[in-house]
C-alpha cells in the first residue's frame, strides 16, 4: 500500500526503525517487531546505511516481512550517493519483487573515507530517476533546521522544491526539539508552493549519550528547557528516559493540535518508548 494515500483520511502516526549491524543478529529486529506489533503505527520505514553495501543488506527484507507479517505499509530508505546507476536499478528491482513500493530517496551523508559515486549526487536526481520508472511512491527528507551542507535556509527550500517537483509525493523532517523550527519551515514551504503531506519527525531522547551524538550529527539545536531536563536528570537513566518520553509527548500534542500532518517517531529501535508515547497519544489521531 502506498503510504501517501494515508494523509487524505487521517494524521498519520509511523515508526522509523534500523536494522541491526553487521555484528548482531538479524533475529534482534524481528524481535523488534514482534514487540511493535500491536501498537498499530500507520507505517514503518527501516533506514539503510549511507555506507550501502557495507552493513544494512536487510532493510529489502525487513521491508517486506513488516507488510507480511504485521499487514503494514513499510518504507525502504534509499541513500544515493554511493550507489551506481545499475546498483539502484538492482534495489529498485529487488523492492518491486519484495512488493516494497514505499521509498524514502535519500542522497545520504557524504563519507570522509568514501568518495561518492557521480549518478546522484543530489537527492532530486533519485527521485527523478525513480519517478521515471513510475512504480514507486516517493518520500523525501526535509530539515527545519536547515540542512547542515546548505549555505542558508533559502537555498535549502528552493532545492527542497526541485526535489518535491521531481516526484516526491510526501517528506519527513529531520528531528527537532523546538516546534517553533518547523512551524516556521512549514510557513516557509507553504510560500514556495510546496504542498505535500509534512510528518514532523519526533526522537525521544532517553539517555545523554544518544543526544551527544545527535547533536555531532546533525543541525538541531536543544532549548533551554530540554538541556535543564538533560542536567538534572544525566545520572539516573529512569528519570532521564521517562523525562525524555514526556518531553516527545509534549511536542506531538502540540503538533497534533496544530494540525500537523504527521508524525515519524524515531522509535531508535526501543519498544518500551515507542509503546508509551503511542499509548499517550493514540486518542489525538483518532480525534
Ligand atoms: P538532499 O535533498 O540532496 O540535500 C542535501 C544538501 O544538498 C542540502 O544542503 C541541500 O540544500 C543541497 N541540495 C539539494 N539538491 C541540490 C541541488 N540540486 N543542487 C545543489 N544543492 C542541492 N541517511 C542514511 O544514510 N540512511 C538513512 O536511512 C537515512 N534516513 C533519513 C531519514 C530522514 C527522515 C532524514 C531527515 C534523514 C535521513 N538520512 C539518512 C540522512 C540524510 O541522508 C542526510 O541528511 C543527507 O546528508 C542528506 O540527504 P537528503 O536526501 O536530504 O539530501
Known amino acids: 500500500m ?53 552493513d544494512n543488506l536487510s532493510t529489502a527484507d525487513i521491508a517486506q516481512k513488516i507488510q507480511e507479517e504485521q499487514f503494514l505499509p513499510s518504507v525502504a530508505h534509499l541513500p544515493a550517493v554511493n550507489f551506481s546507476k545499475e546498483e539502484i536499478c538492482t534495489i529498485l528491482q529487488e523492492l518491486k519483487q519484495k512488493k516494497v513500493e514505499n521509498i524514502l530517496a535519500l542522497r545520504g551523508d557524504i563519507l570522509t573515507d568514501k568518495e561518492p559515486k557521480k549518478d546522484f549526487l543530489y537527492a532530486n536526481d533519485l527521485v527523478a530517476f525513480i519517478h521515471e520508472q513510475g512504480e514507486f511512491n516517493i518520500i523525501g527528507a526535509c530539515y527545519p533546521e536547515t540542512h547542515g551542507d546548505a549555505v542558508n535556509s533559502v537555498v535549502d527550500i528552493k532545492n527542497l522544491k526541485r526535489k518535491v517537483d521531481a516526484g516526491t509525493n510526501q517528506l519527513i523532517t529531520q528531528l527537532f526539539f523546538d516546534n517553533n523550527y518547523f512551524y516556521t519551515f512549514k510557513e516557509k514551504c507553504d510560500i514556495v508552493d510546496i504542498r505535500v503531506p509534512i510528518q514532523a519527525g519526533i526522537m525521544p531522547v532517553v539517555n545523554k549519550k544518544q543526544i551527544e551524538r545527535i547533536v555531532k550529527m546533525s ?33 506531538i500534542v502540540d503538533l497534533v493540535a496544530q494540525g500537523v500532518s504527521g508524525i515519524h517517531l524515531y522509535t531508535m529501535n526501543n519498544p518500551y518508548v515507542a509503546q508509551k508515547i503511542r499509548e499517550a497519544t493514540r486518542s489525538l489521531f483518532e480525534a
Open 2 to 54: 502506498r503510504t501517501d494515500s494515508l494523509f487524505k483520511e487521517k494524521t498519520v502516526f509511523s515508526y522509523e526503525i534500523f536494522p541491526p549491524k553487521r555484528t548482531a543478529p538479524i533475529e534482534t529486529i524481528y524481535h523488534t517487531l514482534e514487540r511493535l506489533k500491536g501498537q498499530q503505527p500507520d507505517f514503518i520505514s527501516v533506514t539503510l546505511g549511507a555506507g550501502g553495501t557495507g
Open 219 to 251: 543541525n538541531v539545536n536543544l532549548p533551554s528547557k530540554f538541556l535543564k531536563m538533560m542536567e538534572r536528570y544525566e545520572h539516573n537513566p529512569e528519570a532521564i528516559r521517562d523525562a525524555g518520553i514526556a518531553y516527545a509527548i509534549n511536542q
